[in-house]
């Protein structure tokens, strides 16, 4: 059960758009679309921002969309905004039956 | 939205037990699958386990299978860890999850506030 692999950290300024990347093998990320990316802001529990690769709950911004291209999922948000600032994770599924993360990525907006 | 909440985090030594209970307020659990997921101070999110909406099929990360057991109790809505054989590094945030599913799956629409266990001697 390795992580996923995401970068330590982004940032980008107001108004710009950013991407974080996540990478996986096929037996898990490249293998399902049981690809999720969570938002936690400090002291906070996390946040379901985007499930199955690309849809979005009920209630979150369209600036967020997911992408996936074999093994690498991607989270892109879109018009920054302060409150934007928050670490990111990804997770998915895996054959056996378990769950993984990615080791998360810090947003900061500049 | 359903309403999450840990109980019975603490300070335990080396080697001992401790459950955990999660409790949703006003809504069902019974339909859906559940998680623990736990966060080390500074750290990243680490999956913990998974059971499903009946309690039928039941998962583990690598790091607590043989020493934690995950349960729920549909008629109480209630959702419980069991944690033997406590290490240090099993010191954390202890979050439940609702799932969107059934089964496992990687949506999951619901977090508690989280419950902190803390292993020292």
């Known amino acids: 059960q390795s992580a996923l692999t995401q970068p330590a950290s982004v940032s980008g300024s107001p108004g710009q758009s950013i991407t974080i990347s996540c990478t996986g093998t096929t037996s898990d990320l490249g293998g399902y679309n049981y690809v999720s990316w969570y938002q936690q802001h400090p002291g906070k529990a996390p946040k379901l921002i985007i499930y199955?690769?690309?849809d979005r709950p009920s209630g979150v911004s369209n600036r967020f969309s997911g992408s996936k291209s074999g093994n690498t999922a991607s989270l892109t948000i879109s018009g920054l905004r302060a409150e934007d600032e928050a670490d990111y994770y990804c997770?998915?599924?895996?054959?056996?039956?378990?769950?993984?993360f990615g080791g998360g990525t810090k947003l900061t907006v500049l | 939205q359903v309403q999450l909440a840990e109980s019975g985090g603490g300070v335990v030594q080396p080697g001992r037990s401790l459950r955990l209970s999660c409790a949703s307020s006003g809504s069902t659990l019974s339909h859906y699958a559940l998680h623990w997921v736990r966060q080390a101070p500074g750290k990243g999110l680490d999956w913990v386990a998974a059971i499903s909406f009946d309690g039928s099929v039941k998962s583990y990360a690598d790091s607590v299978r043989g020493r934690f057991t995950i349960s729920r109790d549909n008629f109480r809505n209630t959702l419980s860890l069991l944690m033997n054989s406590l290490r240090p590094e099993d010191t954390a945030m202890y979050y439940c999850?609702?799932?969107?599913?059934?089964?496992?799956?990687?949506?999951?629409?619901?977090w508690g506030r989280g419950t902190l266990v803390t292993v020292s001697s």
């Open positions: 997770n998915s599924y895996t054959t056996s039956d378990t769950l993984v």
């Open positions: 999850a609702r799932d969107g599913s059934p089964y496992t799956s990687s949506r999951w629409d619901d």
């Open positions: 199955n690769v690309n």
